[in-house]
């Protein structure tokens, strides 16, 4: 009976750990310069490659980068498309994957900019 008292605890304390570590893997949250764009539409790339990514977490939130108002995942060559908002000209979009850093960008639509957007995310460290 003794035994259990302290296994127990410690089993506890390395379940809760593992769940630590298993969820902040996606280390760093970082913010990009405001870009621009014609359209809510792009590419998601591995930093220092033009291989898309797919499955990344692509979030349109509030100006804080909470509360998202819609989302959706990148496809097989890590494209992602939003359907403009009414009266909308900024968006801040959060897009987020397993084993990289998280990445906070502004985006202004623009008539003048490049037609879309093109995002890099970094491996975490």
Known sequence: MVGFRIVIPRLVAGICFCALVAWSQNGLILRQEPVAAQTMAGHVYAEHTDLGMEGVLVE???SNWRNPASFQRTDAEGYFS???????????????????NTLLVKVKL????????????QPAT
């Open 60 to 62: 349109v939130c509030d």
């Open 82 to 100: 939003f359907p403009p908002l009414k009266k909308r000209r900024i968006y801040y979009l959060r897009l987020s994957r397993p084993n990289f």
């Open 110 to 121: 623009r008539p003048a900019a490049p037609r879309e957007l093109k995002v890099y995310l």
